[in-house]
């Protein structure tokens, strides 16, 4: 068996079935694995025969199974594990663990995998490794957004270049692997591999895998551990290998396995900032010399610089935002000219923009357009202004026919003093639409959590000097957080900040280029 970290001799208690929940099978392309799940899953070295699976899910308390679909070091044969193997246990209601063993590290614990990571190289050795995985999930029929599960066993704690050769490697995996539409997962030791996943966490810079599946024999059927804090990978982003390398019967069928329990779900998409739809956020920009629009496409990690589609030339503009005014399921945009003119274009399937419809014919009094969601919560999406005159912080509510209602204040006094609008999504995740400004005296970064009819009072989450163009970018890395976006005014570096639903962490660089690029939305 794989995946063997230690071992404990304690019978196996049986519990209630599994809680089960998630998407449905289509009719040409497999749900993501394992998708919606909590509850009970076994591994085996070798994919059981299809008559097997089916005697086990009859009388089994397992409706999840790991699969050993890869890897340089994958230990057994898979003469069953096929594409229509894959999709007949889908289609039966298993929920599949894909688990890939590939280079180990190279200090690691077991002689028998004998091919390891190069540390002066593993960057690029987990790039190669994460195109392997994908054709080799591809041919098997895992759709996109499945968790492919990188099978790192135990590794000495006491060698730093090996350390940080298994960190390099992963990193790398992980971003390459959100650029082909999957999730990252990660199978190690407490002691070892998760302990030093746990410790770069928070690292600026570092692109951690989405789920955990953490080996510790005891017998303890939960997903909470003393090595893991309590909001590393949560909610719903942790599995537990509780009992290893046994043997079990069910249905009349023996098979040799380690036993798991999981309590996943499919990671939220970036709706906020989605535009080409992929479920990660994007970002426009505008090229200042040219008026040409830009989309760049994000993963996750980086925005990429080298798969951008220009969008369309938008010159006579002096404010761009986007939202999904016509409820379409396109990204809009809402445009101001320089003589005052708002206007809407709808977004289409081919990532351009349709034909304008005028929305106002004058808006020079009013500043800082900001598409803020759906703030008063009757389903369409808000515009939020400051007027130049008073100050006040005005809300336009979308309403049927891509249109604007009658205007309402959410906020009065001197808010002139404060630029730099940006819509947060539900930052604090208490059910209401956010708003984020600086306040131009000082620099300070102020959240202002929306409530019914208004704003409350601002707290301080940062600071915002020397950076422009802030904009809310949605749930970037796709943690449950919405997170802040902005230009470095001296480096022209597009960084993200990570949002926690109280403050953000420290930047990391996304994009490099952006020194004359204005606005971004």
């Not at 008026?291 to 030339?313: D, F, I």
């Not at 351009?352 to 759906?374: P, S, V, W």
Request: net charge positive.
């Amino acid at each position: 068996m794989l995946r063997k970290l230690a071992a404990v001799a304690v019978m196996l208690a049986v519990v209630p079935l599994a809680l089960i929940n998630g998407n449905a099978t289509a009719a040409t392309t497999l749900a993501p694995q394992p998708g919606n799940f909590t509850g009970y899953g076994f591994d085996a070295c070798t994919a059981p025969s299809s008559d097997s699976m089916a005697a086990w899910l009859k009388s089994s308390p397992y409706r999840a199974s790991g699969i050993y679909f890869g890897g340089v070091n994958r230990g057994c044969t898979q003469k069953n594990l096929t594409a229509s193997w894959v999709r007949e246990q889908v289609t039966r209601g298993w929920r599949l663990i894909p688990l890939y063993v590939g280079p180990q590290a190279s200090c690691t614990t077991l002689t028998s995998k004998k091919t390891r990571i190069d540390n002066t190289r593993a960057a690029a050795q987990g790039r190669a490794t994460a195109d392997d995985a994908i054709t080799q999930a591809t041919a098997l029929g895992l759709s996109k957004e499945s968790v492919l599960i990188y099978d790192m066993e135990a590794y000495r704690t006491d060698d730093a270049a090996c350390r940080t050769g298994v960190l390099n490697f992963m990193s790398a995996w992980t971003a390459r692997l959100h650029d082909a539409g999957y999730f990252s997962g990660y199978y190690s030791s407490t002691s070892s591999g998760i302990k030093d996943q746990v410790a770069v966490y928070n690292q600026p810079g570092y692109v951690r895998p989405d789920y955990v599946d953490f080996a510790r024999w005891d017998q303890v059927v939960t997903v909470s551990d003393t090595v893991i804090p309590a909001t590393y990978w949560q909610p719903k982003r942790r599995m537990k290998q509780y009992r290893g390398d046994h043997k079990e019967t069910w249905g009349g069928v023996t098979i040799n396995i380690d036993n798991d329990y999981l309590d996943v779900a499919r990671l939220p998409a970036a709706k906020l900032s989605d535009w080409n739809r992929n479920g990660w956020s994007d970002v426009l920009a505008r090229t200042s010399s040219t008026g040409n629009l830009y989309a760049y496409p994000g993963n996750g990690t980086v925005v990429t610089e080298g798969a951008r589609l220009k969008v369309g030339v938008y010159a006579a503009a002096n404010a761009l935002l986007r939202m999904d005014l016509n409820r379409d399921g396109y990204a809009d945009m809402i445009a101001r000219t320089k003589a005052g003119a708002v206007y809407f274009y709808p977004g289409l399937s081919s990532g351009k923009f349709g034909k304008r419809k005028q929305l106002y014919k004058n808006f020079k009094h009013m500043r800082e357009l900001t598409a803020i969601g759906d703030f008063n919560k009757d389903g369409y999406p808000d515009l939020l202004a400051a007027q130049t005159s008073n100050g006040n912080v005005y809300l336009y509510p979308g309403r049927k026919g891509a249109t604007f209602g009658k205007r309402k204040a959410i906020a009065y006094g001197d808010w002139n003093t404060r630029s730099e609008f940006t819509g947060v999504g539900d930052f604090d995740r208490d059910g209401f639409q956010d708003l984020v400004g600086r306040l131009n005296s000082t620099g300070a970064l102020y959240l202002y959590r929306g409530k019914s009819g208004g704003l409350h009072p601002g707290a301080q989450i940062g600071t915002a000097k020397g950076l422009r163009d802030l904009l809310g970018v949605g749930d970037f890395d796709r943690d449950g957080f919405t997170d802040l976006a902005a230009v470095q005014t001296a480096t022209g570096n597009l960084m993200l900040y990570r949002g926690t639903g109280k403050t953000l962490t420290a930047g990391v660089r996304l994009a490099v280029g952006y020194k004359g690029r204005s606005p971004l939305f």
